[in-house]
Structure formats: structure tokens, C-alpha cells
């Protein structure tokens, strides 16, 4: 059983298991503040 996993250097398995998930969360994450930052703060009127 020669599998891609067995024969794979460590950088071909941390790549898509570590580098790709950390760069969409940190993406995703800049994506959510900058959506927070242009939204217009609620008056607490409005809230209830």
C-alpha cells in the first residue's frame, strides 16, 4: 500500500492540512471586521 500520504513530503501535507485553512480563516476574519467597521452603530431605541 504506496498511498500519497506515505510518500508525500512534509511540506505537500502541511500545505493543505495548515497553511490553505489558517489563510481562509485569517481572510474570513479581516472580511468580518471590515463588515463591523461599516455598519452603522444601532441606537439602543432601535433595539428593543
Known amino acids: 500500500m504506496n498511498s500519497i500520504f506515505l510518500r508525500a513530503?512534509?511540506?505537500q501535507?502541511?500545505?493543505p492540512?495548515?497553511?490553505i485553512?489558517?489563510?481562509v480563516m485569517?481572510?474570513?476574519s479581516i472580511a468580518v471586521?471590515?463588515?463591523m467597521i461599516q455598519k452603522?452603530?444601532?441606537k439602543p431605541e432601535d433595539v428593543i
Open 9 to 11: 513530503k512534509h511540506w
Open 13 to 15: 501535507i502541511f500545505v
Open 17 to 19: 492540512m495548515i497553511a
Open 21 to 23: 485553512p489558517f489563510v
Open 26 to 28: 485569517t481572510v474570513f
Open 33 to 35: 471586521v471590515f463588515v
Open 40 to 42: 452603522e452603530p444601532k
